[in-house]
């Protein structure tokens, strides 16, 4: 099974500061590879799919990049809605698997 | 208003079975690859089960398969899970989701539903 771990597992910022959050997978998996954001008792919510293309909906500030076993979420200017857990998913596959997931706190 | 809505959570005693259901509204449900995610209490997310659109091709995580079974109703609208010999590490929230291209990316999820297997 492919293997996908995300660092940080906590980040601390502000409002208005720039984070990178880390996904990296055990194999090579293409750009198969989606991001999302999800808030306590609520459904996740698909931000990146295709490891750089923006879901429909979604802000300009969030950016995916990435090929092959290493990819990055970018939160330009952090806004107070921001304040989740991100998790990275693969899809090049069966079993899909999700990566462990970044807290980003106040 | 395009959605997913999830009932048949609850709690149940190991070895024992479940049915979870899942109803989409306003998209044309047979269209659409469906998936089961789950997430254990405090826990990341894990993938479960897909079946295509026409329901000819179904997926299992290998923790499950033999005991879970994954179908759908496009008449009905409806996905399914059918959960047998639940064991205590089947606890999770399940939830529904629509695929958005038949290629593993959820871009519809449904509120979640509660399995709790315990005695």
């Known amino acids: 099974d492919k293997q996908m771990t995300q660092s940080p597992s906590t980040l601390s910022a502000s409002v208005g500061d720039t984070i990178t959050i880390s996904c990296r997978a055990s194999?090579?998996?293409?750009?198969?590879l989606a991001w999302y954001q999800q808030k306590p008792g609520r459904a996740p919510n698909l931000l990146i799919y295709?490891?750089?293309s923006l879901e429909r909906g979604v802000p300009s500030r969030f950016s995916g990049s990435g090929y092959g076993t290493e990819f990055t979420l970018t939160i330009s200017s952090l806004q107070p809605d921001d304040f989740a857990t991100y998790f990275c998913?693969?899809?090049?596959?069966?079993?899909?698997?999700f990566g462990g997931g970044t807290k980003v706190e106040i | 208003e395009v959605q997913l809505v999830e009932s048949g959570g609850g709690l149940v005693q190991p070895g024992g079975s479940l049915r979870l259901s899942c109803v989409a509204s306003t998209f044309t449900f047979s269209n659409y690859w469906m998936t089961w995610v789950r997430q254990a209490p405090g826990k990341g997310l894990e993938w479960v089960a897909n079946?295509?659109?026409?329901?000819?091709?179904?997926y299992l995580i290998d923790s499950v398969r033999g005991r879970f079974t994954i179908s759908r109703d496009n008449a009905e609208y409806s996905l399914y899970l059918h959960m047998n010999d639940l064991r205590a590490e089947d606890t999770a929230v399940y939830y529904c989701?629509?695929?958005?291209?038949?290629?593993?990316?959820?871009?519809?999820w449904g509120q979640g539903s509660l399995v709790t297997v315990s005695s």
């Open positions: 079946i295509k659109g026409d329901g000819s091709l179904k």
């Open positions: 295709r490891a750089s």
């Open positions: 989701a629509r695929d958005l291209r038949g290629h593993g990316e959820f871009d519809l």
């Open positions: 194999h090579p998996i293409t750009d198969s």
């Open positions: 998913q693969h899809y090049y596959g069966y079993p899909l698997t």
